[in-house]
Each structure stands twice: as C-alpha cells, then as structure tokens.
C-alpha cells in the first residue's frame, strides 16, 4: 500500500531534512500544479526513490510553506494523490504542524476515497519531538546566532507534542521520534524504516 506521511515538528526539529536528503536523486525534478489563486504550487518528485513532496526546497523557506494559503496545499494535495498513484507523499511545514483539525478532516476524506481516480493510501503522522532545547540550538546555528522568539518555538512543540495524541485517538497511526538520537547522514535511512513498520499495520 502507498502511504503518505505528514511529518510534524517545530522549528528546528528536522522535518525538511528528510525531503532534503531525497533531493539527492539525480533524477529529481519540480512540477508546477495550475489552478489556485496566488500562484501555481509545486511539487518535487525523486523518480529513484519512488516519492514526492509537497513545495520545494531551494530556499530558505521549504515544503508546504511556500505554499501561499490552503487553497494551494490543497490543490498540491490532491493533485499528488491522483496523478502519481505510484509513488508515496511526504508533506511538512513549519505553519501547517500547528493545525490539526482542518488536516485531520482532509486526511480522513482521503485516506477513505475509492474510485478510479484515487489510490488507496494509509496515512502516517510522523511527530519529530526531538527535546526542546535541541531545536533551539539548531535554529541558532542555522541562522547565526541572531535572536529568535524562544517561547514560539516552545509553544509550537508543545502543540506538536500534544496533537500527536489527537491523531492517535482520531484514528491514525501517529508517531513520536526523537531526531535528537540519530546524526542527520542517518535521518533519511530511519525514516525509511519507520514507513516500511508501519505501512501494512492496521490502526485500531
């Protein structure tokens, strides 16, 4: 089964590593999605690896946060889920792991579609909860030490760690991985093997 995975996590926290590292297939390539206001969006497909990601990832602003509004990520959305059946999807964002219910209700539409146009995909949370301090610390290396709004990272943690709850009880597999444990060379290689885990496992 197909699967597409929302990775969550605030700032800091390693989310845009993982379809970063995917950008090492020399085959990857962008896609722009017609139709939303604002703009197109794209979508970045790695053909070797056999998945896509949703926004792109050579700028300082990654992933579905260069999408402009909701209407965008979710022409993205649905454009990926019908028009490459074989491949999986991965989808994060800084501003988007915040939000539960509007995402909540949009996987569950999908994630229960049958028919010719769409393929049967299960739905993986992938909560990145490293500690706290850690994405701090990342921020400033990443943006030389200049002042950050602390509280904002933590606050957004806090909700990260607190909506990974929320879509276990709706229903969905939803994990917590501690990015902290692992050197970011290794990242992508963890990722895959979490996906293959939990691909086939039936959410009670």
Known sequence: MRVLVNIRGCNGAGKSTIPMMMGDDPNTYEESVHGAKGGAPYITIYPQLGWLALGTYHGKTGGMDTFKNNEMTKLAFDYAWKKYPQYDIVMEGVIASTVKSTYKDLFKDYEGIMGT???????????????????????????????????????????????????????????????????????????????????KVVTL
């Not at 606050?155 to 909506?163: D, G, L, Q, Y």
């Not at 709706?170 to 963890?190: A, I, N, Q, W």
């Open 117 to 199: 146009d769409y393929v049967e995909r299960k739905i993986i949370i992938m909560n990145f909860l490293p500690p706290v301090e850690t994405c701090i610390a990342r921020v400033y290396d990443r943006n030389g030490g200049k002042p950050i709004k602390e509280e904002q990272v933590r606050s957004k943690w806090r909700t990260v760690n607190r909506n990974a709850l929320y879509f276990k009880e709706h229903g969905f597999t939803s994990l917590r991985l501690d990015t902290s444990k692992f050197p970011r060379e290794e990242m992508l290689g963890v990722f895959f093997k979490m996906v293959e885990r939990y691909r």
